[in-house]
């Protein structure tokens, strides 16, 4: 896999965009939250899993997906080595983690709302 083919994976999903943090390329949601990066020197990317998700793929591809270091590692943060990536399983797993970033997306506007409901309560 290329980093323009992990490009035009990212690039895929309706309303991604292409942003820059840390001097790398990253792919944020429309909220701005990022679900896949390519890492400085163009060999390898990562895709924000689960915990649960990262240790099957990794289990399935050990070549292909590896942890990331420390504790974006332990929360799901993982590495895909393009030298050794399927494109087709690459883009299985940037489907997961955009779902993955839609539904945190969707509790987080949950709880802002009964947080709103509850302060306005409060407030009467």
């Known amino acids: 896999m290329t980093p323009t ?3 035009k994976i990212a690039l895929g999903f309706d309303g991604a965009v292409e942003a820059s943090h840390m001097n790398h390329p990253d792919f944020r949601a429309p909220n ?3 679900f896949a990066t390519i890492h400085a020197g163009s060999t390898q ?3 924000k899993l689960t ?3 990262q240790e099957r793929f990794i ?8 942890p990331a270091a420390g504790a974006w ?12 990536a399927d494109p087709e399983l690459v883009g299985e797993a940037m489907t997961l983690a955009w779902q993955n970033l839609s539904r945190q997306t969707s509790r987080d506007t949950a ?3 009964g947080k709103t409901r ?4 409060a407030r009467r």
């Not at 289990?59 to 590896?66: A, I, K, Q, V, Y």
């Not at 590692?73 to 050794?84: P, W």
């Not at 509850?118 to 309560?121: A, M, P, Q, S």
């Open 73 to 84: 590692g332990r929360q799901g943060a993982t590495i895909v080595q393009f030298a050794a």
């Open 118 to 121: 509850r302060i306005g309560r």
């Open 111 to 113: 709880t802002r709302r």
């Open 59 to 66: 289990r399935e591809s050990p070549d292909m997906f590896s």
């Open 45 to 47: 990317g990562m895709v």
């Open 51 to 53: 915990p649960e998700q």
């Open 32 to 34: 701005g939250k990022i």
């Open 5 to 7: 083919q992990f490009r």
